[in-house]
Structure formats: C-alpha cells, structure tokens
C-alpha cells in the first residue's frame, strides 16, 4: 500500500467533508436563488457554509465569494483589483517565489493590459525581506500579491509586517498551502484559497475582498456571489468545503506540533544519510507539515518513480519536467540546487512508523539511482595551487554538454573535476538553461569557486555558454 506524503498537491478527501457531501447533494442540489422550499434550503446551507468559512478565514461573511478552484480565485482577485484601481496606476508587485497562477495573471496584466510588473527577489530560503518588498512599492502601485507560505518549500512569508509597511496599496494574499493549517495573517485587502488543499472537493476556491476594497470584476456581469463569480455555485461541493475547514483548523491545533517533529526529523536525518543533499527552505519559519531536499547527480522524475515503486507518493519541484524540462522558478529564485529535488508533505494522523520507512528506504533508492553514474562522491583530496594562480581561459578542461538536460552536465563537472589540479579551471559548455542554475549551487555545495560564465565560443562551442569554474580542493 502506497503511503500518501503529497498533501501540498491535494490533501484526500477528509471524512467531515464526505459526510457533509453526501448529505449536501441530497439536501442542497436546488438553486439557492430560487424562493420555493428546496431552493431557500439550498440558500441557507449555502449562507451556512459562508459563515463557517469567513469565521475560519477571519473575515466577514459578505466578504467571501466561491470560486472553482484556487487558480480561479487568485485570477479573478488579481484582475478584478487591479481593474478596481486602475486610476491609481498600473503597477503590480509580487514575490519572486509565487504560485503559477500568479505569474501567469502577472504576465497576461503586463502584456495584454500594458502594466508593469515588479518581482521581488527573495532570500536563499525562499523568503522575502518586508523592507525590500515595500520600497518595490510606488505611488501607482495598483496591487500587491504575497503568498502566505510557499508551496514548493514550506517557508512562511512575513505578511503582517509587509501589509504594515504598504500604506494604502492593497495586499492579495495567496493562502491556499495555509488555509486551515495555520492562522490567517492580518493585514491583507483580499484573499484566496483552495478547498481541495486542506480536505474538502477539488472545484471549490475562496476569494475574500474586504469591505472598501475597489473591485471590478474582470468578467461579464453576473448576480452570483457578489458579482465576482459568474456561473451556478455548486453548493454540496461548498457546504463539503466549509466542514472540512472548520475540522480540519481544530485538528490543527494538536497536529500542527506532532508534524513539525516528524518533519524536523526528516530535514536532520536526510543529510546525514544521503551524500550530496541540500535540504532547503527556512528551517524555523515554515509550514509544520512539509520539507523540501535536492540531492546531487539525479533526475528528480526517476528519483520520484522509485519512491513511488518503493510505496511513497511524494512530489518534486525539479528543475526537468516532462512538460517543460525548465527549472522550478521557485527554486532558481532562491539560488539553490533545482536537480532531484524532493518535496515531502505529511497529512494529518501521518504516521511516525512511515516516516521512519521513508527515512531506511531514500537512501538505498538514492545510491540505486546514482549507481550507474559511477561517481566517487568522497571530497577530493586537497592538492597544492600554482603559484600565481591561473587565468580561467588558459589550460581550462573543456567539457562539452551541449545537448545534454539536466543534471547530466553536472554530473559530467563532477567526474572530471578531478582531472585539474587545484587552483585549475574547468569550462562546462552547456545549453540548458538549467545549467546556468545548477552548476553555481553545485559549487556551493562541494566547495568549489564559480567564476561565471563566458561565450561558448572562446572555449570551441557552437551554442550556448561557458560555465567556469576553479577547483579550489
């Protein structure tokens, strides 16, 4: 049996959420506008559902709209406030390490409507600084979006402090890896989240907007929900939704703790257990159910495939997809390792014994899939640098990977590297944007200097670049 540890991609269908479910379609499948006796019951379960969530929520009832799913509601915020202040001006800020949806609403803002678009970097755990996100601010700064926690690794994102500093700039705040989890941050104009993340059915979304927030829906109009989301509301899936958050934040409260455990045992024991892991993320500041690691020299889908035949459905954040073999965005945003990278994240009641299985089972896994690539990964042993040093461009090793994906010109550096004499220079020709990533965290990890990078051509290549770098041991 496979043991489930992907709830940041969907948690299972919590048991309140089924009951409510199966109850809901025989008691609530009439339409809620209706004023006939199956429609006003429909109405009041869907009141009913808008309470529970605005009270979890810490909002106003007539604050909450449904939506068919978290995409939909942090696309429809975006638009619909950036549409609601446009006089103010056309600029929008977001954090570097966003959810998809908000890049792609960000994109669309910038070339379909001429707006500016302002990406705040972020730390080497993911995290951005309040100070900096604020100074991105300008007097036509229309909307600010900041996620509440990241959901490729789990660092929580300073929200109060940033919706303190922003002055009358309204803040979305992407909640849906929070919601239900944790106490929603103060501070924010509008707010999202995503049913199917903490346990309710999947095409239920939650877009908040505060009382006194422009807002001009992006869409034709419509009387539904406020005038923000056209279309029938589906009112079992919603009234499923609201009691599996209402459950779901009790049993956080106990939960919460006993998986912050679990999870600091796997960010203690994976390093120590498989060589050349980096496990990333903020240690202290993060969701208490999920830990992110990248390990050195392996493809994060054949690293994922042998946990899953190994009885362990986790998740991956990798820089090489089958869909567009480009790296994470959240990962090169941070500076950190984007090749075999695993995220785990436990469900609620995840058990103690199966984490202790996936700890004894990853590293067999790890070493079977390195196994072909014949790689000593010991630390070379220390040699003495020429004296005077050595120009990168002189004497440099040439390795050729162009044509090759991730992570194989990595692993061809760490073959060869070897092959120089410390203080020598070793010349990576690659096209694969991931490279430019991958080979300057590879350094950081094994203690080698990055130079930069450099024309192919000056080192007999065709295409793409150079990526220099100084063994320094």
């Not at 991609?9 to 379609?25: D, E, F, G, K």
């Amino acid at each position: 049996m496979t043991v489930y540890f992907d709830v940041a991609s969907t948690a299972p269908l919590h048991p309140v959420a089924r009951q409510a479910l199966t109850a809901a379609l025989d008691e609530g499948w009439a339409d809620p506008a209706r004023l006939y006796r199956a429609g006003r019951q429909a109405r009041m379960l869907l009141d009913a559902a808008r309470e529970t969530v605005a009270e979890v929520l810490g909002a106003r009832a007539d604050e909450i709209s449904f939506t068919a799913g978290g995409t939909q509601a942090v696309q429809l915020g975006m638009l619909g406030a950036l549409a609601g202040h446009r006089r103010r001006g056309a600029h929008l800020v977001h954090s570097a390490v966003e959810h998809s949806s908000v890049l792609h609403t960000a994109e669309r803002h910038g070339v379909a409507s001429g707006g500016e678009v302002t990406a705040v970097p972020v730390d080497r755990y993911g995290r951005v600084d309040a100070q900096e996100f604020a100074a991105a601010l300008r007097p036509d700064t229309a909307l600010a979006v900041l996620q509440s926690a990241n959901h490729e690794v789990g660092t929580v994102q300073p929200v109060a402090e940033v919706a303190g500093l922003r002055g009358d700039v309204p803040l979305l705040v992407d909640a849906a890896q929070s919601a239900g989890r944790m106490d929603v941050p103060g501070g924010w104009s509008l707010l999202t989240a995503s049913a199917h993340k903490w346990g309710g059915p999947a095409g239920v979304g939650v877009l908040a907007v505060r009382k006194g927030v422009r807002y001009s829906s992006p869409l034709p109009a419509d009387e539904r929900e406020g005038g923000r989301v056209p279309g029938f509301v589906n009112v079992p899936a919603i009234v499923a939704a609201a009691a599996s958050l209402r459950a779901v934040r009790a049993e956080a409260e106990r939960e919460n703790a006993r998986l912050h455990a679990l999870v600091e045992r796997i960010r203690a024991r994976v390093p120590r257990s498989v060589p050349e892991v980096e496990v990333v993320g903020d240690p202290v500041r993060r969701l208490p159910h999920l830990v992110t690691f990248s390990c050195l020299y392996v493809d994060g889908e054949v690293l994922l495939t042998e946990l899953d035949r190994a009885g362990f459905a986790v998740s991956s954040g990798s820089s090489c997809t089958s869909s567009t073999l480009t790296p994470s965005h959240v990962l090169a945003a941070m500076g950190v390792l984007t090749e075999g990278n695993v995220r785990v994240s436990l469900p609620f009641g995840a058990a103690e014994a199966d984490v202790e299985r996936f700890l004894a089972v990853l590293p067999e896994v790890v070493a079977r899939v390195r196994a072909p690539l014949g790689l000593d990964l010991s630390l070379p042993e220390p040699a003495r640098e020429p004296a005077g040093g050595r120009s990168p461009a002189v004497d440099a090793l040439v390795i050729d990977a162009l044509g090759k994906r991730c992570p194989l010109p990595v692993i061809e550096l760490a073959k060869r590297i070897g092959e120089v004499p410390a203080g020598g220079t070793v010349a990576v020709l690659a096209d694969d944007e991931a490279a430019r990533l991958d080979i300057p965290a590879w350094c950081g990890m094994r203690g080698q200097e990055y130079l930069g990078e450099a024309p192919a051509a000056d080192f007999g290549g065709d295409r793409g670049s150079a990526y220099l770098v100084r063994r320094t041991a």
